[in-house]
């Protein structure tokens, strides 16, 4: 098997953070990259973190929305505190999110 070497360039401090958690969880860096290129050859398509979306802006707001669902959810199950968003499906909390913009937009004057 023939082997191949990449190289990349970031910030020290996030590769300092981003070792310290991959370091918790057991990985070391090539870990973490090998893994992303064995689920990119196994399922032809990169992870849902790296695939493209639709430019526009509601676009990146349902990604927002569904993002913070996500991480608040994982931060309250983590703390054994009830989901807050158990319950809600993700066009609710789209819809939700759309209402709270559109009053802020007119309190601002800007609707």
């Known amino acids: 098997m023939a082997v191949t070497q ?8 996030l590769r300092q953070s981003g070792d310290a958690v991959f370091k918790r969880y057991g990985y070391t860096p090539a870990e973490v990259v090998k893994s992303t290129w064995q689920y990119a050859a196994a399922h032809q398509e990169p992870p849902d973190f790296l695939r493209p979306r639709p430019n526009g802006p509601e676009n990146d ?3 927002a929305i569904e993002r913070g669902m996500g991480m608040a959810g994982r931060f309250l199950e983590a ?11 993700f066009e609710d909390l789209r819809d939700a999110a759309y209402e709270e913009d559109l009053i802020e937009r007119e309190e601002d004057g800007r609707a």
């Open 6 to 13: 990449l190289n990349t360039r970031m910030d020290e401090s």
């Open 61 to 63: 707001l349902d990604d």
């Open 79 to 89: 703390r054994g505190i009830r989901d807050a968003f158990a319950g809600m499906t």
